[in-house]
């Protein structure tokens, strides 16, 4: 079925930035690439606005002569640019998403996957195996840091560009049902792993609401007992320190140093030192901490004589 310029054109201005006028020209490569990338950062999806009369014109099976003039495409400058900038921002991408895989596993991957995508576009593709392999190399020397995304897509860039070549002639096209699986299950891939860790995200919000509020409706209890300690009310010792059978004077060292181990005001009542020990230990966990092993260690162990040193007084105190 020929293709229509005025057709083009119009899914160019319509759904342009979501790789529309790609999807109907058969260019699928590029129609991913723009839907993962909002039209290439939008300035791809301008740049097309020029070349939409070839396209059309090279779908319809009209070509250029000397298209092809060698078996090896010229080099693309724009090509290797392309690469760095969508695989850098194809391994930031896997690196916030999938923060609980190995970054030397997901950035390699992840880069070498976006600089494959640059590389696929139009008639042309690379070896996937050469820049995977020089993806994960590259990461390995550097030890899968986050900053290396820039030098890891450099060097499957480059590699991309060593290994270009021309994506073979007459390749029948699968229906148009097939290609928006595959499009989809793309698209999927590459938006799960942030989707899920959005949702978590707003599941802590939704958690922390309930605290937040009981706080909010603690707060005028809280300011009218500073008041009265303030002004002297209490006769020498405030109503809380008679409540609890302590005065502040009375704290020794160590126990002012648990409550500062726990992040807690001295005085602090009972359920507040058993939630903070509670939520201190989750984050300091060795477990929890590989990469710094020896200070959650460290910190773990100091927690846990804090707890012990409140709690035991408290528990006395009913008595003393």
Request: aromatic share 8%; with cysteine; charged share 15%.
């Amino acid at each position: 079925m020929a293709k229509r310029l005025l057709v083009a054109y119009g899914l160019w201005a319509l759904g342009g930035p979501l790789g529309l006028h790609h999807l109907y020209l058969g260019r699928d490569s590029h129609a991913l690439l723009w839907m993962l990338t909002l039209g290439g950062f939008g300035a791809g999806w301008l740049w097309d606005f020029w070349h939409l009369p070839g396209w059309v014109a090279t779908a319809n099976g009209a070509r250029v002569a000397g298209d092809r003039a060698g078996s090896v495409p010229a080099l693309s400058p724009l090509r290797l640019v392309g690469g760095v900038t969508v695989g850098m921002y194809f391994g930031l991408v896997a690196a916030l998403g999938l923060p609980w895989v190995p970054a030397l596993l997901a950035q390699p991957l992840a880069v070498g996957l976006g600089v494959q995508l640059v590389s696929s576009v139009g008639d042309q593709t690379a070896e996937v195996p050469s820049v995977l392999a020089t993806a994960f190399l590259a990461s390995l020397l550097f030890q899968g840091r986050v900053l290396a995304v820039l030098p890891v897509s450099l060097a499957a860039s480059v590699a991309a560009q060593r290994h270009r070549r021309y994506k073979p002639p007459g390749t029948p096209q699968p229906r148009l049902a097939a290609r928006l699986y595959h499009l989809g299950l793309a698209c999927l891939a590459f938006v799960a792993p942030l989707a899920c860790r959005g949702a978590a995200g707003v599941l802590g919000t939704l958690l922390a609401i309930p605290r937040a509020a009981t706080e909010l409706l603690l707060l005028p209890l809280r300011a009218g007992r500073l008041l009265v300690e303030t002004l002297g009310f209490s006769g020498g010792s405030s109503v809380w320190d008679r409540g609890t059978g302590f005065e502040a004077s009375g704290w020794s060292q160590r126990q002012q140093r648990a409550y500062e181990v726990l992040g807690l005001p001295m005085g602090s009542p009972a359920e507040d030192v058993h939630r903070s020990y509670r939520e201190l230990v989750k984050v300091w966990h060795p477990d929890h901490n590989p990469h710094r092993a020896k200070e959650a260690e460290r910190r773990f162990i100091e927690l846990q004589e804090a707890y012990e040193e409140l709690a035991g007084p408290r528990r006395a105190a009913p008595g003393g």
